[in-house]
C-alpha cells in the first residue's frame, strides 16, 4: 500500500480501516489484548476512540505503562499499512475536519458490544409504552435483542449520554445490592473511592459518565474471590505455581520440595520468590474488591474469627466459591498462602492482622 497523507485519505477512509482491524491485530501481549477486551474493545477503532477520550486508563488493569504501549503499537499498525499518520495526529486529523461530526464520548458500537446481554428492562423509560409492549410480547429479553428489533430501542442506544445515564444507573444498582447483602465490604478500594462512595457517587457532568460506567462496570463485573485469585497467580508458570503452594499452602520441608520438582534449594528459592514477587506485583498495583472484602470481613470480626468460620462466612456471603482456585487448594488456603508469602504484610499467619497487611486494605494508588 502507498503511503498516504493527510492531503489524500479521508477520515472516513481511515476510520473504515481501524474498524476492519480486529484488536488480535495490534501486536501487543496476549494479557493487554485480553484486559482491552474485557473493556468492551473489539477493533482497533475502538482502541483509536477509547483512546482519544482518555477512557483507556479507566479499563480495569490498564495503566500508564499499557497506555503507552497500545500507542505505540497503535503508530506501527498505522505506518505498517501505509498510513502516514500516528495516532494523535489522527485525533487532530478527525476532529479539524469541518464536515466531520465530533466524536461521541463512547462509540455505540462499544456500547452495544459491552451491554447487549443487559435485561431489556432497563429500556423501559426511554423506548415508550407502546415500544416496550412490543418487546414484550416478542418475548425479547436482551438489550441486543431489542435493538435488532425495535428501531426506537437502536435509537436510544445512539443516543449516548442518555444511554450512558441508564446504564450507570443500572450499575450502581447493582453495586448497591451487593453491598447490602454484604457480599462486598463498603472498606474496599476500587480506583481510588471506597465501594461505599461508589455506590452513592453521582456525574455531575455528562462527560464524567463515562468514566464512572467503566469504574462501576468493572466493580460488577467482579465475580468472586476465587475469580481474583486465579487472576493473581496467572503470570506464575505450573511449576511455580507448585513451589509457592507447596511451601506457602502445605507448608513443605524445602528438602522435600527440592525432590519433587528436581532442582537444587537454592533453584526453589528462586522460583518461590519469583512466583511471590509476581503475585504481590499485581495485588500491590490494584488490589481486588474481594480480595479486599475477605481481609476486611476478618478485620472485622477479629480474633473470635477461626480460619473454618472465616471460610464459612465467605461461603455464606458468596464471597469465594466452593470450587478450587488452582488442583485442590481453595479460595481461603490460597489467600492464607499468599498472605504468609510476604512477612512484610501479615505475622506468620496463624491468623493475624498486623498494621502493615491494613495499610493495603485503605491505602488509595499514588500512596
Known amino acids: 500500500m502507498a503511503q498516504q497523507t493527510q492531503?489524500?485519505?479521508?477520515?472516513?477512509?481511515?476510520?473504515?480501516?481501524?474498524?476492519?482491524?480486529?484488536?488480535?491485530?495490534?501486536?501487543?501481549?496476549?494479557?493487554i489484548v485480553y484486559y482491552l477486551k474485557r473493556g468492551g474493545l473489539a477493533t482497533t477503532l475502538d482502541v483509536q476512540r477509547a483512546w482519544e477520550t482518555g477512557s483507556l486508563i479507566i479499563i480495569k488493569s490498564?495503566?500508564?505503562?499499557?497506555?503507552?504501549?497500545?500507542?505505540?503499537?497503535?503508530?506501527?499498525?498505522?505506518?505498517?499499512?501505509?498510513?502516514?499518520?500516528?495516532?494523535?495526529?489522527?485525533?487532530?486529523?478527525?476532529?479539524?475536519?469541518?464536515?466531520?461530526?465530533?466524536?461521541?464520548?463512547?462509540?455505540?458500537?462499544?456500547?452495544?458490544?459491552?451491554?447487549?446481554?443487559?435485561?431489556?428492562?432497563?429500556?423501559?423509560?426511554?423506548?415508550?409504552a407502546d415500544s416496550m409492549a412490543r418487546l414484550q410480547a416478542a418475548q425479547l429479553k436482551t438489550v441486543g435483542e431489542a435493538v435488532d428489533f425495535c428501531p426506537a430501542a437502536a435509537d436510544f442506544m445512539q443516543n449516548v449520554p442518555a444511554a450512558l445515564a441508564k446504564l450507570v444507573a443500572y450499575h450502581q444498582k447493582g453495586l448497591q445490592e451487593k453491598l447490602a447483602a454484604g457480599k462486598l465490604h463498603p472498606q474496599a478500594c476500587y480506583q481510588d473511592r471506597s465501594l461505599g462512595e461508589w455506590q452513592y457517587l453521582a456525574p455531575e457532568q455528562e462527560n464524567e459518565q463515562w468514566a464512572l460506567l467503566f469504574a462501576l462496570a468493572g466493580v460488577n463485573k467482579a465475580a468472586s474471590l476465587n475469580q481474583e485469585l486465579s487472576f493473581l497467580i496467572a503470570d506464575c508458570s505450573e511449576r511455580e505455581k507448585l513451589v509457592f503452594f507447596k511451601q506457602h499452602h502445605e507448608r513443605e520441608r524445602l528438602d522435600d520440595t527440592k525432590e519433587r520438582v528436581g532442582v537444587t534449594r537454592e533453584r526453589v528459592r528462586r522460583i518461590r520468590l519469583t512466583a511471590v514477587q509476581r503475585i504481590w506485583k499485581q495485588i500491590d498495583r490494584r488490589p481486588g474488591v474481594?480480595?479486599?472484602?475477605?481481609?476486611?470481613?476478618?478485620?472485622?470480626?477479629?480474633?473470635?474469627?477461626?480460619?473454618?468460620?472465616?471460610?464459612?462466612?465467605?461461603?455464606?456471603?458468596?464471597?469465594?466459591?466452593?470450587?478450587?482456585?488452582?488442583?485442590?487448594?481453595?479460595?481461603?488456603?490460597?489467600?492464607?498462602?499468599?498472605?504468609?508469602?510476604?512477612?512484610?504484610?501479615?505475622?506468620?499467619?496463624?491468623?493475624?492482622?498486623?498494621?502493615?497487611?491494613?495499610?493495603?486494605?485503605?491505602?488509595?494508588?499514588?500512596?
Open 290 to 367: 474481594y480480595f479486599q472484602t475477605a481481609l476486611l470481613i476478618w478485620a472485622d470480626q477479629g480474633e473470635a474469627l477461626s480460619l473454618a468460620a472465616w471460610r464459612q462466612e465467605l461461603l455464606r456471603r458468596q464471597v469465594m466459591d466452593a470450587e478450587p482456585v488452582w488442583q485442590d487448594v481453595d479460595a481461603l488456603d490460597t489467600l492464607c498462602a499468599i498472605l504468609r508469602s510476604n512477612p512484610k504484610r501479615a505475622r506468620a499467619l496463624d491468623l493475624e492482622m498486623d498494621a502493615a497487611l491494613l495499610s493495603l486494605l485503605t491505602k488509595r494508588p499514588g500512596d
Open 62 to 128: 490498564v495503566g500508564k505503562t499499557t497506555v503507552v504501549r497500545v500507542e505505540q503499537a497503535m503508530n506501527a499498525l498505522l505506518a505498517d499499512n501505509g498510513f502516514n499518520l500516528t495516532i494523535n495526529e489522527l485525533k487532530l486529523f478527525t476532529q479539524s475536519e469541518p464536515d466531520a461530526a465530533p466524536a461521541p464520548q463512547a462509540p455505540a458500537g462499544i456500547l452495544m458490544m459491552r451491554y447487549r446481554d443487559l435485561p431489556v428492562d432497563i429500556l423501559a423509560d426511554e423506548v415508550g
Open 7 to 31: 492531503n489524500d485519505v479521508s477520515p472516513g477512509y481511515v476510520q473504515g480501516f481501524l474498524a476492519s482491524m480486529p484488536i488480535d491485530s495490534l501486536g501487543v501481549s496476549r494479557r
